[in-house]
Nanobody, 121 residues
């Protein structure tokens, strides 16, 4: 059974940086696309970054130029490098991957558990 495990969240001052990781454990046959979302209290979940496994990336306007999504094929891991953080970036950050794991008859979407990012002085 594939699981996504996130790490790297925490408390950071405005202007600081954090790097989030999302690793797929278990037997992964192919990963097709991965996304990072965030959800702040009282707000809708926001899609902020996407990476297709051939390397193409897309970003929400709210993070463009500050956040970078990347993947490590060998480690089945996707990263989110977050720079120039602002208080409004405070949220729970979640990753998902569309992948095919051992035993999956077709690709499906898996979700991580979420990691809290708090930007505050």
């Amino acid at each position: 059974q594939v699981q996504l495990v996130e790490s790297g969240g925490g408390l950071v001052q405005p202007g600081g940086s954090l790097r989030l990781s999302c690793a797929a454990s278990g037997t992964v046959l192919n990963i097709y696309v991965a996304h990072w979302y965030r959800q702040a209290p009282g707000k809708q979940r926001e899609l902020i970054a996407q990476v297709v496994w051939d390397g193409n990336t897309n970003y929400a306007d709210s993070v463009k130029g500050r956040f970078t999504i990347s993947r490590d094929n060998a480690k089945n891991t996707v990263y989110l490098q977050m720079n120039s953080l602002k208080p409004e970036d405070t949220a729970v950050y979640l990753c998902n991957m569309n992948l095919r794991g051992h035993g999956d008859p077709a690709p499906r979407t898996y979700w991580g558990q979420g990691t809290q990012v708090t930007v505050s002085a």
